[in-house]
């Protein structure tokens, strides 16, 4: 190397090492920028913090506290009752309990929790809930006075008995009614809102909330004197010498008088109230006088001992009755007899007076009399069932019936309580058999006309069913509804049933029961009439009438 160039190189390194000494800090800032540069890079790869953010000071973030809510309560009037609630302050989305009661003479009107109706199930006692705040509350409640209703009460007849007075009774409050029968008389039916409800001489008319009338009918007492066949030991079976009809009648009596006196409306008499007293036959029967029935039980006697059928003997004229059939086929069908029964009379050698002292007792009385023969002692099989007393009370219960439907009466309603509303007290008429319950009807606005002289109009479709009176002769009476077997037709004037087959004919036809339940729909249908006679009828029907 020539000299110049040594000397050209050391000049440069000389000029080199004066700029280190000298300018130091333009390579500091020129390595700074390259050392921010890198974190930067290191930042958007990794937007999580450090892990020694705590540890250089940085405290984590902890979020906003909950917000806490003012509870208030207000009545409207404040005397109509109470509001609480079990806190006046609640964090957001805590529960709160409100309590609502109302004060005596007010129930509750209506509940609002802020904006929202709160649902109000027991407007006469306490209302309780629970919700929870969005933004300060008032839980408010509205009262309203309890109104006054009156329970106005009648009778059909203020000679026959008696009801408890007419009285205002506070809204939800309740009423019991009671009905009494005077001497002669019987309660025949108690009818709420013009509903039946059966014959209860006590009725109590609960959570009300309506007016409503209550009617007591009354009716004159079916009176019957049963007369045991003889006294003491009479009668001996040829056949079974443990049985003596006496015996036998004087048990049959006692448990029919028991039955019967099961139902409304009977009155039951004994002609005598010992066993072993003996008394005339004729005054036996006169003994029945102010009575509607007489009855002697007993037992017959034959010289055969096949022959086994109930008797009934009944006054002159009198072997077509209706009762003594009922109750000869009866006896029949109970004690299971070989032969029919028979009914039938016999008159002294006069032909006009009656051969039995006891028929001619009861004649001479004013009094529908019978003899009824339960079967023959002479016969084994009928006297061995006669024997039971288990049979006896069979019979008797058998027999009343009989006589119950006879006179349209029904057994005893027991006392009831009905929960009454706006509308009608609710209460189910006794006298409908189960039966009678299951049928279904339909609305009618059929007019029939009565051909017997003794049609009994029943509380419901049954004959079992309470006589309510009796359907005149002759008379046209527009029914409002029939039974879905047209057996039964309801009055449109009073609601009771009568028995349409054999005893009315129809007088005009109603919409047949097929039209009356089917079901029609809006139309704006237009229709060309294509023939030259088209009958416009009352209803759609071809039973209804025609219009033109």
């Keep these: 190397m020539s000299s ?15 700029a280190l000494v000298f300018a130091p800090g333009a390579f500091a800032q020129t390595a700074g920028a390259s050392d ?41 009037p404040e005397a ?15 529960a709160v309990t409100y309590t609502v009661t109302p004060a005596k003479g007010y129930k509750i009107a209506s509940i609002k929790i802020g904006t929202i109706t709160a649902a109000v199930t027991q407007p006469y006692g306490t209302a309780t809930g629970i919700f929870t705040p969005a933004q300060d509350m008032t839980v408010k409640a509205a009262f309203q006075k309890l109104a006054s209703y009156k329970i106005t009460t009648s009778v ?29 008389y019987y309660l025949s039916d108690l009818q709420v809102d013009g509903k039946s409800v059966g014959a209860k001489d006590s009725y109590t008319l609960s959570n009300i909330t309506a007016n409503h009338t209550v009617k007591a009918v009354f009716s004159k007492q079916i009176k019957i004197m049963l007369d045991a066949g003889h006294y003491g030991k009479y009668n001996r079976s040829p056949v079974l010498s443990t049985y003596y009809e006496s015996n036998m009648t004087w048990a049959l009596h006692n448990y029919l008088k028991s039955a019967l006196e099961k139902y409304d409306g009977f009155y039951v008499g004994v002609t005598r109230t010992n ?55 009866t006896i029949q069908t109970t004690m299971g007899t070989k032969q029919a029964y028979k009914v039938w009379q016999r008159l002294n050698s006069d032909g006009k007076t009656e051969y039995y002292g006891v028929l001619r007792g009861s004649k001479a009385a004013g009094v529908k009399g019978m003899i009824v023969e339960h079967s023959f002692h002479t016969n084994l099989a009928a006297t061995m069932w006669l024997s039971s007393n288990t049979n006896l009370q069979k019979l008797a219960e058998a027999e009343a019936k009989v006589l119950a439907d006879y006179y349209g009466l029904s057994k005893s309603s027991s006392t009831s309580s009905g929960s009454s509303s706006s509308a009608a007290s609710s209460g189910t008429s006794s006298g409908a058999s189960n039966n009678a319950s299951a049928v279904k009807t339909v609305a009618t606005t059929q007019k029939v006309k009565v051909l017997v002289s003794s049609l009994n109009m029943r509380k419901s479709y049954s004959t079992s069913s309470a006589s309510m009176g009796k359907a005149k002769k002759n008379t046209t009476y527009q029914l409002k509804a029939k039974t879905q077997d047209g057996k039964w037709g309801q009055l449109k004037t009073n609601g009771y049933w009568i028995y349409l087959p054999g005893y009315t004919k129809v007088v005009t036809t109603s919409a047949s029961n097929t039209a009356s339940t089917s079901k029609t729909v809006a139309s704006t249908q237009k229709v060309k009439v294509t023939v030259s006679s088209l009958n416009l009828r009352k209803s759609y029907s071809a039973s209804s009438k025609s219009m033109g």
């Design 4 to 18: 110049r160039k040594k000397r050209f190189i050391s000049i440069i390194t000389l000029m080199c090492m004066a």
């Design 36 to 76: 921010e540069a890198q974190p930067a890079a290191q930042a958007a790869e990794s937007p999580e913090p450090a892990a020694n953010d705590q540890e250089n000071g940085e405290a984590p973030d902890q979020g906003e506290e909950n917000p806490s809510y003012k509870i208030s309560t207000a009545a409207e």
């Design 80 to 94: 109509g009752g109470t509001v609480t609630v079990n806190k006046d302050e609640a964090a957001e989305g805590e």
């Design 156 to 184: 059909n007849s203020t000679s026959k008995g008696t009801i408890t007075a007419s009285a205002s009774v506070t809204e939800n409050g309740s009423k019991t009614i009671t009905a009494k029968a005077k001497s002669g």
């Design 275 to 329: 066993q072993t007293k003996d008394m005339n036959v004729y005054y036996r029967g006169t003994a029945a006088k102010g009575y509607d029935l007489f009855l002697s039980l007993h037992s017959n006697s034959s010289t055969s001992k096949t022959t086994d059928y109930p008797l009934i003997i009944t006054q002159k004229g009198n072997t077509g009755d209706s009762l003594a059939k009922n109750l000869g086929k």
